[in-house]
């Protein structure tokens, strides 16, 4: 439409002078190349493009711009306001067109980088045995930063469960989506019902483990009517926190509703009620052992020291140990390489 009509054109241009893209390297080429090729000709829209082409993460993104063919004036970001010397000097070697130097205050500290060829190797005893020794820090303070979730899943024991969650394209009750964000996201994110029940059932648990009845009892479905209902509360939830461990995703939910500890969600009986509708997935996610969501739950908490924190800028963290394994990414990147040269 944008190549095709010119009126949509002076619209865009009459409504949005400027446009402004943050993290450019990752827009679809697409639609990039409209914005640019199109849109950036054929009107006086001035655009600014803020990224960094060496942080592409998507595969069909449009990376690296070329600064001549589309008429944009490069403006270097020299100046590092954020890192410490010794980051910005790895930085400075992993990069042939940019070298940057600190500016502001002056930040130390101590930058390592280790080598292990070894697929099956035991990070967390080489964080005790090796990094904390040379670094001189206490492990529990140290942030364990993964590219990929999926590594973090793996170490932490609910791989099953993830890889579940992240087949992509697939249909949920008559859309597509992406079902990895649906579990690991927050619960303003998250549209599963199957996850929101499972991240209720784990919190229920967790307010009776800290003691913190009144939260609870809001929680629970369970009446509560004289002695002998919370001498049997509590039975049940001792009982829950017994079988946890040893019984399946579909074994849970219905100790759970059995017994009135939550209510079966509606979304979650239209599954039940309905054949039809019992997918692979559906019955994949029931037969996983339910250990690997409380794996998972007590990972992706705050509390946690593994992250993949893609969001965050890291001033937050004081000691942070990046894990990078190729086999994370399959067959886009290879960090072997890149550490060689």
Not at 111 to 125: A, H, I, P, Q
Not at 225 to 241: F, G, H, P, S, V
Not at 291 to 320: M, R
């Amino acid at each position: 439409m944008l190549k095709n009509y010119d009126n949509l054109l002076k619209l865009i241009q009459d409504m949005y002078p400027v446009i402004f893209i943050d993290e450019y390297q990752d827009t679809n080429q697409d639609i990039a190349q409209v914005l640019l090729g199109t849109v950036k000709l054929k009107t006086s829209i001035l655009f600014g493009l803020f990224g960094d082409y060496g942080q592409q993460i998507y595969n069909k993104s449009i990376g690296k711009i070329d600064s001549d063919k589309y008429a944009i004036k490069k403006i270097p970001k020299d100046d590092n306001y954020r890192c410490s010397v010794e980051v910005i000097n790895l930085l400075n070697k992993f990069r042939s067109e940019i070298q940057q130097t600190p500016t502001g205050k002056e930040k130390h500290g101590k930058c390592l980088c280790y080598y292990v060829n070894n697929t099956d190797l035991d990070t967390e005893k080489y964080l005790y045995e090796t990094i904390c020794h040379d670094f001189g820090v206490d492990e529990k303070i140290i942030k364990r930063l993964y590219l990929v979730t999926k590594s973090i899943a793996k170490r932490n024991g609910y791989l099953e469960l993830h890889n579940l969650y992240d087949e992509e394209n697939k249909q949920v009750e008559g859309r597509k989506a992406k079902r990895k964000d649906q579990l690991l996201k927050n619960k303003d994110n998250r549209d599963c019902p199957f996850a929101n029940h499972l991240f209720d059932i784990e919190e229920l648990v967790e307010f009776y483990k800290t003691q913190n009845i009144q939260k609870l009892l809001k929680k629970t479905a369970y009446g509560l009517y004289n002695i002998a209902d919370k001498i049997k509360l509590r039975d049940l939830m001792d009982k829950l926190i017994e079988i946890s461990t040893k019984m399946t995703i579909g074994e849970i939910y219905r100790f759970v509703w059995d017994n009135g500890l939550l209510e079966q969600p509606g979304k979650i009986k239209r599954f039940y009620d309905d054949e039809t509708l019992q997918d692979d997935f559906y019955n994949n996610l029931l037969n996983l052992p339910y250990i690997q969501f409380i794996n998972l739950y007590y990972t992706v908490k705050k509390t946690s020291p593994f992250s993949t924190d893609h969001g965050t800028k890291g001033a937050e963290f004081n000691n942070v140990v990046c894990f990078v394994d190729d086999a994370d990414w399959s067959n886009s990147y290879n960090f072997a390489l890149m550490m060689e040269k």
